[in-house]
């Protein structure tokens, strides 16, 4: 998988993954930016819910007939020092219909522990290469 994000001046990014939709993010106006995408921050908050909604939604799959909303709302803590990474984040399944709560347990605990990449990923080693005018540049 591949995403190729460009910079689309001050402080805009645009990334376009193999699904071809764009994502537009930017800071915010009090960060210098123009406030015109979602923040990077944000937008990680977002591939974490995503990412673990969609794999409640298949394993719940046999009973979404008896489901009438499905939402998630995601927090991060965020530290005061820069870098000002994320030292918790919490998702708030709200769930309307008739269904069991242990049913919806199940999901969740399978979708963190065996299916969501995205929280899984949160865990990786991450590695950073640099290209200046064509030619690959040593650290």
Known sequence: M???TTWNGGRAFTAVGDSGYEVNMDATEESGGAGKGATPAE?????????IGIDVIMILRPHLDKITKIELETEGT???ELPKGFTGMEITFVVDGDIDSKKVWRAIRLGEEKYCTVSDSLQ???QFRL???GKEQEA
Do not use: H, P, Q
């Open 43 to 51: 937008t990680l908050l977002s591939s974490l819910a995503g990412c």
């Open 124 to 126: 990786a080693d991450v």
């Open 78 to 80: 965020r530290k005061e």
């Open 131 to 133: 290209i200046l005018n």
């Open 2 to 4: 591949k995403v190729v």
